[in-house]
């Protein structure tokens, strides 16, 4: 997603980091009573999605999770440097670490840095 901001450039919306998170079904739990929706100036979003795959590694089948795509994504002014969106993304990873530590036993994730535009 870019919008323009006039002649010179516009406001870029770059993913910082991308993933899944993922719980058995039939634990109940309530992803906003232990995620922000903000993270300093990125917002966080994930929505429910099928599985992306049939099973994980250990060969357990997938169907039995409930699937969530999660992204962190901030808008820019102008696009940051290369290195700048990693610091950026390092520190989002940083600040998400102990909030998904203390998420109740089963819930599961996979994050990466993307750094690409939406």
Known sequence: MTTEAGPQGG???IRLLQGYLWHPRDLD?????????ELD?????????????AFFD????SAGQLFYQFTVLRVYDERPSAEELHD????????????LQAT???LGWQL????REL
């Open 11 to 13: 406001r870029t919306a």
């Open 58 to 61: 250990n060969g357990e089948p």
């Open 29 to 37: 739990l309530d992803l906003d009573a232990y995620l922000p929706r």
């Open 104 to 106: 109740p036993q089963g």
């Open 41 to 53: 100036e990125a917002n966080v979003l994930w929505d429910e999605i099928d599985p992306p795959f």
């Open 88 to 99: 950026d993304a390092q520190a989002a990873s940083q600040a998400l670490e102990p909030l």
């Open 112 to 115: 990466m840095e993307d750094l």
